[in-house]
């Protein structure tokens, strides 16, 4: 009995793969017909680090404020992937609105590192909306 399996291109979320031989530790190997990449399925990896919703899931966590060990105690990943995930990413903050009634500023002081690096992050909220409109980190 063969079960299906629905693949996905871990870049550009797309369907249209095709199988592209084997890897050198036996696994399938897949290639995306619209990007070009080739990747091995979810289903067949052994580190949970490597799954292609982690990158999403570890940012939401993030900004839910879940602490970078907590959220590598969770996944059951590293905490340098955690790190990696955080460092790589290039997210950019798109308001809904072009004009709020109501913003709520808070600032938030944190170190990295240790005790001498610290940073502090200032950040606009719509409780309207339960957004936030823009940050600013510094040190």
């Not at 084997?22 to 580190?47: A, I, M, P, S």
């Not at 949970?48 to 939401?60: A, E, I, P």
């Not at 992937?81 to 938030?108: C, R």
Request: charged content about 25%.
């Amino acid at each position: 009995m063969k079960i299906p399996v629905e693949i996905f291109c871990p870049d550009c979320i797309s369907p249209r793969i095709k199988k592209n031989g084997f890897k050198t530790n036996k696994k399938q190997n897949y290639r995306c017909k619209d990007c070009g990449r080739q990747f091995v399925g979810d289903h067949n990896l052994t580190y949970k680090g490597c799954l292609s919703y982690l990158f999403r899931l570890v940012l939401m966590l993030l900004v839910r404020g879940c602490g970078i060990r907590d959220i590598s105690a969770a996944l059951q990943i590293s905490k340098h992937k955690v790190l990696s995930v955080l460092a790589n990413s290039n997210y950019k903050i798109i308001p809904k609105h072009k004009h709020y009634g109501k913003l709520e500023v808070d600032e938030f002081w944190t170190f990295v590192g240790n005790k001498s690096n610290k940073l502090w992050l200032i950040y606009v909220y719509s409780n309207e909306t339960g957004e936030i409109i823009c940050y600013e980190w510094g040190g």
